[in-house]
């Protein structure tokens, strides 16, 4: 380390055409360095720092730890320098975080800086963050993602969306994206008719991606949006947003995640795609909720603004043989000579621990679906470490309970227009698709018995639930009254590891004993009773 810092000395240094500092600590902003001023990178007690003095007036400066410190741009010769926690000059001590803003004579010097900050502040992370460890090994400082989140989770999740064909997948998901004529369920739809909520203010986008819902905000009219993303894309979101001449000036790139970034001001509106499959795979609503509760101003809006669940038990026999099937290869007695039948009940039980991911035919529901609402203006980021859904059906049809049926909607409550974005079957399909969780016992039931269980999902650390399902059926008929529990069965499934049945929604076909249930044939696929609520659901406006 100081090697390899002794051999950037001479391009340690910059001239600045100014520099003013901004305190958070009060109303007012403070110019203490002014015009004519030098940037300086240096290593000082084993950590890398950036200070900045005046050329006439070397000996008032300004020390910025760059372990804690977040370089943003604000044009192209401007830049903004943010620094937590501690910082000190000979003038005075603070322990609170500023914002210096930085003007460059040329937009290629404000280029070279840039590069030096990011590496210097690379360097800086490389040693001494943390504390010291027995064997002398430094151990480095944990944000709340990462101590969360497990490591190769985490490089895996943000290596998936660094590539531009997984954001073309979601871009291409119109129902997300663009406006769909019947339903209207879109972030363009929802962003452009809130217009008012949008002009004039600042947004934050959380998890920015290719940067398109930032530029919907920059269309709406925000005054500046600050597209959050902490993978690679955050460099194509810069392209994407400079090959837009008229909106560019207006959104600020910033590499990072949400729990470890600093903004120069407060969001009045935030704006994400926080949804994985079934509403909470991959964790991201946590940060979408850490977001809100670190930039959002009080009374802010939030698009989404709120999230359901929607639940109901299912019967598809072809789908439970097919799982089942796929056990058999471990029932073989004579495999080139070994008998594999010892491993057939791990088999049978794995493959039925994977969640089903497809379109699903809805006329197959055995009853009403309920819904587990989530606020996300109100939300505890700890309610989501732990999800218990309670379950009560009353059965429509007599037949056999294969799975629970599952699927999500958002709303965007705005000022003007609330839409919501829906996953329901019988709704255009969307890159989420439907989920069923199957249970490797069916259960049996008649028209009228109840159903009763819990679905509870817990949040483990490669960013996805471990899902606990009970499903049972209840007394019924003569002496239904006095309780008890006819068949119970339940299973264990891992939300990270689903089973993508199909990847574009398919007819279906029915076997010759299993026809579509006659008591909800003729209703509506999105409608009343089945795995939504009336056609408010479908996008349009409340």
């Known amino acids: 380390m100081e090697v390899s810092l002794g051999k950037k000395q001479k391009q340690n240094e910059f001239v600045l055409v100014s520099v003013s500092q901004i305190s958070s600590s009060s109303s007012d902003s403070t110019d203490n360095t002014g015009s004519g001023a030098i940037a300086r990178f240096n290593v000082e007690s084993g950590y890398s720092q950036l200070i900045f003095h005046q050329e006439s007036k070397p000996n008032d400066v300004i020390s910025v730890d760059l372990r804690t410190a977040e370089l943003f741009r604000l044009s192209p010769v401007q830049s903004i320098c943010i620094n937590r926690g501690s910082e000190s000059s000979n003038l005075e001590v603070n322990s609170y975080s500023r914002a210096i803003t930085i003007q460059f004579k040329t937009e290629k ?4 800086f840039h590069c030096a900050f990011d590496k210097w502040r690379s360097d800086s992370h490389d040693v001494h963050t943390g504390s010291q460890l027995e064997n002398g090994t430094a151990l480095a400082h944990r944000s709340k993602f990462d101590g969360k989140i497990e490591a190769a989770s985490a490089k895996m999740y943000f290596h998936y969306y660094s590539q531009l064909l997984h954001q073309q997948n979601m871009l291409q998901d119109y129902v997300r994206t663009g406006i769909v004529v019947l339903l209207l369920t ?73 729990e470890e970034i600093e903004l120069p001001e407060k969001a009045d509106i935030l704006i994400s795609e926080p949804m994985g499959t079934l509403l909470v795979n991959e964790r991201m609503l946590e940060s979408y909720v850490i977001a809100r509760d670190r930039f959002l101003v009080p009374n802010g809006k939030m698009f989404p603004t709120n999230g359901r669940i929607h639940l109901a038990p299912f019967s598809d026999e072809y789908l439970y043989v097919e799982i089942a099937n796929k056990a058999l290869f471990w029932q073989q007695q004579n495999y080139y000579g070994v008998d594999l039948t010892s491993l057939y009940g791990s088999a049978f039980q794995g493959y039925f621990s994977q969640p089903v991911v497809d379109a699903f035919d809805p006329r197959f529901l055995v009853a009403p679906s309920i819904c587990h609402p ?74 009228g018995q109840e159903i009763t269980g819990t679905l509870r999902m817990v949040a483990h650390n490669a960013q996805s639930y ?44 029915w076997a010759q004993d299993q026809q579509p249930h006659q008591q909800i044939q003729g209703q509506d696929a999105v409608g009343p009773g089945l795995m939504g609520e009336p056609m408010q659901n479908s996008g349009v406006p409340l």
Not at 109 to 112: D, F, G, I, K, Q
Not at 193 to 210: C, Q
Not at 466 to 484: F, N, P, V
Request: one cysteine or more.
């Open 374 to 447: 989530l606020d996300f203006l109100s939300l505890k980021e700890e309610e989501l470490y732990e999800i218990e859904i309670p379950l009560s059906f009353v059965a429509s049809v007599g037949t056999r309970v294969h799975e629970l049926a599952c699927r999500f909607d958002v709303l965007f409550d705005g000022s003007t227009g609330k839409r919501w974005l829906t996953t329901a079957p019988g709704a255009p399909t969307t890159h989420w698709y439907q989920l069923r969780c199957v249970l490797s016992q069916p259960i049996y039931v008649m028209a």
């Open 186 to 258: 879109s972030y363009y739809a929802a962003v452009l008719e809130n217009r008012a909520d949008f002009t004039g203010r600042v947004v934050v986008d959380v998890g920015a991606g290719s940067g398109i819902l930032s530029l919907f905000a920059a269309q709406a009219g925000a005054k500046h949006v600050y597209a959050v993303e902490a993978s690679d894309m955050a460099e194509s979101a810069r392209r994407l947003i400079a090959g837009n001449p008229s909106l560019r000036d207006r959104i600020t790139v910033i590499k990072g995640k949400v």
């Open 109 to 112: 010097e404000s280029e070279a």
């Open 466 to 509: 471990t899902m606990y399902l009970t499903m049972s059926a209840k007394m019924w008929g003569a002496g239904a009254e006095q309780g008890g529990i006819l068949q119970t069965s339940s299973c264990k499934l891992d939300l990270k590891e689903p089973y993508y049945r199909m990847s574009q929604p398919q007819p279906y076909a």
